[in-house]
T-cell receptor, first 116, second 113 residues
């Protein structure tokens, strides 16, 4: 089975440009998470969806960031306009939320974003 | 105070030794605790989880949890060079609908020959 798929794997853009990151979760998983990882702040949860509905977006840095999940197999994270401080690795993860005490999150390969 | 704290390291241990990685958390309502391993340039992968006080063993790995002290640790026995990676501690608080995890910044482990 394919794991979590993210695209692009690398993105270099100039300040002010719009950036769209894409994620396809594992088939059958109903929870999807967007994370950002930097050396200084580590792995931070930006937003997560359950059954395509945004549950908690308190980690989204500011209005420049937005995320959508139009269906169970696709999600986007958009940054508009991008700034150099947005440079980081962005991970998408998915899990099968079955109400257990834990639901393992499977991470995609990440998108390395560089904003010049 | 950060919600989940780890020593950033690097923690250097010789091959064959026991590596001990530690993590403290601030939310007493936390329910489950996870250890993820992340190789350089790769994504995190789950290696252990624990939700009851005490020890949980899986091969060379042992997770230890002490909820009273808000402390969780990971022991790696017979450390191998392939264990060299960053180890992320993650904590699941109480949420009604999904497993939201809060991660520490990770401890970098170096296993030397």
């Amino acid at each position: 089975d394919a794991g979590v798929i993210q695209s692009p794997r690398h993105e270099v853009t100039e300040m002010g440009q719009e950036v769209t990151l894409r994620c396809k979760p594992i088939s059958g998983h109903n929870s999807l998470f967007w994370y950002r990882q930097t050396m200084m702040r580590g792995l931070e949860l930006l937003i997560y969806f359950n059954n395509n509905v945004p549950i908690d977006d308190s980690g989204m840095p500011e209005d420049r960031f937005s995320a959508k999940m139009p269906n169970a197999s696709f999600s986007t994270l958009k940054i508009q306009p991008s700034e150099p401080r947005d440079s980081a690795v962005y991970f998408c993860a998915s899990s099968a939320n079955r109400g257990a005490s834990y639901n393992e999150q499977f991470f995609g390969p990440g998108t390395r974003l560089t904003v010049l | 105070q950060k919600e989940v704290e780890q020593n950033s390291g690097p923690l250097s241990v010789p091959e064959g030794a026991i590596a001990s990685l530690n993590c403290t958390y601030s939310d007493r309502g936390s329910q489950s605790f996870f250890w993820y391993r992340q190789y350089s340039g790769k994504s995190p992968e789950l290696i252990m989880f624990i939700y009851s006080n005490g020890d949980k063993e899986d091969g060379r790995f042992t997770a230890q949890l002490n909820k009273a002290s808000q402390y969780v640790s990971l022991l790696i026995r017979d450390s191998q060079p392939s264990d060299s990676a960053t180890y992320l501690c993650a904590v699941k608080g109480w949420t009604g609908t999904a497993s939201k995890l809060t991660f520490g910044t990770g401890t970098r482990l170096q296993v030397t020959l």
